[in-house]
Structures are given as C-alpha cells and as structure tokens.
C-alpha cells in the first residue's frame, strides 16, 4: 500500500527478491498536468503496471466492496509505504499482521512530515523505522531501524531520496525477519514521543529575525516542497538553498548584500544566508548567478518588507 515515488523502491525490492506480491492499492487518479485535464496515475501504480500487479484503487477505506477485493488476494502481509491512515478491519486482515515504514527514529516525529521536521529542528540524525500498525498513528511495535546522517546543508529533500532507497533495504528486511518467525519486538516509549505535523504554505513564511543557522534549517526543512518563503517588492521569493556564513555585522535582519553578478546574501542574527537557489514568482527556479544575471536589486534591498 502506497503512493507517491518514496514507496517504488520498496515496492521493486520486494518483486526483485521474489516474493509473490499479489496486490497493490494506491490512491485514485488524478486530474493535473497543463490546464489540470490530463488523468494522472500514482507513481507506485505505474510501477505495479510495469511489473504486472494487480492494482486496487479505493475511494473508501471502509467500504465492504473494497474489503471484500483486499480479502479475496489472501495476502499473509500488508506492508504500507507511504499510504492513508488504515481502519483496523483492514490492518488487522492479514494473519501476519501489517507494517509500516516510517521515515524517522521512532517515537521522534511521529506525524505527516517527519523528514521535513528533522531537518527544520537541526538533527544531525534521523532514519526509518518499521512497525506493526496498531490504533493510534505511529504507535505500534518497533521491528527495525536504520540510521540516516543529515548533512549541515542537506535538505529534506536531499535526505527523502536517501531515505526512499535505505527504507526500501530496511521494508526487504523486515519481510525477511517476519517470514522467519525469530524476532523480537519493542514497545515505543511515549515519554520520548515528539510530533512532525503536515505542512502547509501559510507556514513556511521566512522570519529572517531567527538566528542564522534556525532560518538556515527552516529554509532546507521545506525544500522543495512547499518551499519557505519571503517577498522582495510585493513578489514572492522562495529560498531553495541555502548555506550559512556566520560572522557579526550590524545590518537590519532581511537586509541584502550582494555584488549583482555572483552572491546573494541576507543578514540575519549571528551572521548571512549565502543564497544558493531561489524562485520569484513567475519564474522558474534559478541558481543565484542566472538570477542576478536578470534581476536588478537597489542598494539596501530588504527581504520580507
């Protein structure tokens, strides 16, 4: 069970080993594309086509017709990757129960967006975990994890394609552990529980009165989607990439300095944002040099005004 890029791998990985996956449910079509009029299809559907699964679509969790499909593929696991919340009448239907791959060290950043939030808090660390679905989201037992290092300048991004192929390992592992029948599980402790709620637009606005290295980490925890924000004369900036030169300066927060040909920095508390790839609304993104090249800033341009 999933949907977009992020459970492919794990889909392939389990076909390439041999195991019989006998079904695969995925959301519904889409309409979007130019003029949002081209159907489109998941990217774990394309993949169970390519590979010659049978494909369930439901609107309705809950709905006996579908319970009835999902029941008739006498599947002995159900493994979600990326998927919707599940009712208990379809995870408990399986006889060895159904797991799922989490993208954080549980029972830190249980939620929606755990990537994003890691990189946004400055964890050096995150991973994935797999685990036992039970009623309350991101609560069951643990079965494994695997730890992913995050790089000072990594973004959510950068760490989701790394993750996408170390959890697709780590779901492989999982199904070999549960087919051998010799593992043991361990309880999350709630004491430790920290959330990673789902993002939105209205968030991601830029608060350049952080301390540099906080807006450095707001800024990579949101991209590429949906990209933290700022204005420059009423138009939207997003910042893409960035990095930090720490140093004392006393320029207001959101102040600009750059030499219009090669750098783009913003002052912040304790140092700048060394601007590396934005997008003004309208355009496409750009790395720096490219925008500069085609966009005139007056002396003392300040972002966010």
Known sequence: MGTPEFAVP???????????????????????????????????????????????????LKSPEFQGELR??????????????????????PPLGTFNLHGSLLPKYRGAAPINWAVIRGEEETGATTFFIRH?????????????????????????????????????QTVQLIEGGDYKLRQQDDALATSAPKLNREMARIDFD?????????????????????????????????????????????TIRTDDKSYLRVAAPGGFLVVEELQLAGRRRMHTEEFLRGTELPVDTHLGQ
């Open 10 to 60: 794990s889909l392939e990985r389990l076909v390439d080993a041999g195991y019989p996956v006998v079904g695969v449910i995925t959301a519904t079509d889409k309409l979007g594309g130019r003029g949002g009029k081209q159907l489109l299809e998941s990217p774990v559907k394309q993949a169970a086509i390519r590979l010659g699964i049978p494909v369930l679509q439901p609107r309705n």
């Open 72 to 93: 008739a593929l006498s599947a002995d696991l159900q493994i979600v990757v990326a998927f919707r919340m599940l009712p208990e009448a379809v995870w408990n239907m």
């Open 136 to 172: 309350e989201i991101d609560t069951g037992d643990v079965l494994l994890q695997c730890r992913i290092p995050i790089g000072e300048n990594d973004t959510a991004g950068d760490v989701h394609d790394r993750m996408m192929v170390e959890g697709a390992d780590l779901v492989l």
């Open 210 to 254: 952080q301390p540099v290295g906080e807006v450095h980490n707001f800024i990579r925890g949101l991209s590429p989607w949906p990209a933290a924000w700022t204005t420059l004369e009423d138009k939207q900036l997003k910042l893409i990439r960035t990095r930090v030169e720490k140093g004392d300066h006393d320029l207001a927060p959101g």
